[in-house]
């Protein structure tokens, strides 16, 4: 696989030329500033979750001291979004809930999932109680709907193979949002591409709102990661073979072994260096990568 590693670039100058898919290493707003309007038809992304992991890593988004300022900062990274993304294009948005921690300011290791142990959480933010649900999906969609967005769809992603919870005073967790946004109020959306068998077994139907995915472990990522099988109807719906496809948190790169099923083109974006490995070997070693190292502005 080929790298072409350059010197650290002036901030804040869209001068990014798209030629073919490539990784984008550095901090997603800033990266997405050195990117040209109106280049992307689709993005599909799951941003990290608040208070849930430490990725141990500086500027990393998710353990914002409070949930305001974490909202705040992921809708400055979609406003930029929003600039590169075609006028017709879809935004699909998967994001996770939590529970407030009570205060406490660390959470215990988990057998089962090495990356739950944190050494510091935010406090429970102002207004809630301990034990209360969140709500962090629906807070940053409204948010996401204030700032401009057109708030198109929920998809509830329901997971058959849920993680089990000890809990005994509610229901374990088996589910997550999708959320679509358009930029416009008329955009792109093949439905006909993603259209799922009927309950009679007859024709097809025009696809629900709920759909059945199982988590996907990866190798040598701690955790479960964004399944193909959750990213592939967001793709063919919102997008044409040859477009570009944009994961502003690209993590270990399943958007990009989507896109290149479907042939489609991607910009991945992320701010880990181990996660931008990861991705780069799970990729095809046929398809040319390009590595920016633009770190922070």
Known sequence: MAFIVSEKLPS????????????????????????PCECVQCVVTSPPYWGLRDYEIEDQIG???TLSQFINRLTAVFREVKRVMKPD???????????TSGNRTW????????????????????????????????????????DGWYL??????????????????????????????TKSERYYYD??????????????????????????????????????????????AGSRPGDYVLDPFFGTGTVGLVCQKTGRRYIGIELHPEYVE???????VHEQQLELNLGSP
């Open 12 to 35: 804040y100058t869209p001068d990014i030329r798209l030629t073919e898919s490539m990784i984008l290493h550095g901090d997603a707003q800033h990266v997405l500033s050195r990117l």
């Open 278 to 284: 990861l991705a780069a070997g799970r990729l095809s």
């Open 152 to 181: 198109r769809s929920d998809i509830v992603w329901h997971k058959p193979n849920a993680m089990p919870e000890s809990v005994k005073d509610r229901p374990t967790r088996a589910h997550e949002y999708i959320f679509l946004f």
């Open 191 to 236: 439905h006909e591409a993603i259209k799922e068998p009927s309950d009679n077994g007859g024709r097809k139907r025009n696809r629900r709102s709920v759909w059945d995915v199982n988590t996907e472990p990866t190798k040598d990522a701690h955790f479960a990661t964004f399944p193909a099988k959750l990213i592939e109807p967001c793709i063919m």
């Open 107 to 146: 959470r215990a290791p988990d057998k089962k999932n090495r990356a739950r142990a944190m050494s510091v959480r935010p406090e429970t933010p102002e207004g809630l109680k301990p034990k209360d649900l969140i709500g962090v999906p629906w807070r940053l969609a409204l948010a996401l709907q204030e």
């Open 63 to 65: 353990l914002e001291p």
């Open 89 to 99: 294009g879809t935004f699909w948005l998967n994001v996770g809930d939590g529970y």
